[in-house]
Nanobody, 118 residues
Framework: QVQLVESGGGFVQPGGSLRLSCVVSGVIFSDYTMGWYRQAPEKQRELVAI???????NYAASVKGRFTISRDSAMNTVYLQMSSLIPEDTAVYYCNANHQVSSRYNYWGQGTPVTVSS
């Protein structure tokens, strides 16, 4: 059974930081590109950042320079370090695992909410 379990969301003031974690089980972690997506109220889900199994990251323009994605193969975990948070970052953040060869193997976590407000 594949499981992606996110944690680390919460309430933070503008300019603050949070670190999200996603622990993956039930798959061979190194076979998957890992990603973070987010969905704000009444908006479509959007890509935040992805990282390949080789460790190459890619970011949405809106978070580049503020967010850092990383992965720990020993812990089967992907992280999203978020800094200089702004209210527009408020959303539910979802972890995604996408197989590098076959996109039929694509899995999502349950989401963790992030609220940025003064």
């Amino acid at each position: 059974q594949v499981q992606l379990v996110e944690s680390g969301g919460g309430f933070v003031q503008p300019g603050g930081s949070l670190r999200l974690s996603c622990v993956v089980s039930g798959v061979i972690f190194s076979d998957y590109t890992m990603g973070w997506y987010r969905q704000a109220p009444e908006k479509q889900r959007e890509l935040v950042a992805i990282i390949t199994s080789a460790g190459r990251p890619n970011y949405a323009a809106s978070v580049k320079g503020r967010f850092t994605i990383s992965r720990d193969s020993a812990m089967n975990t992907v992280y999203l370090q978020m800094s200089s948070l702004i209210p527009e970052d408020t959303a539910v953040y979802y972890c995604n695992a996408n197989h590098q060869v076959s996109s039929r193997y694509n899995y999502w976590g349950q989401g963790t909410p992030v609220t940025v407000s003064s």
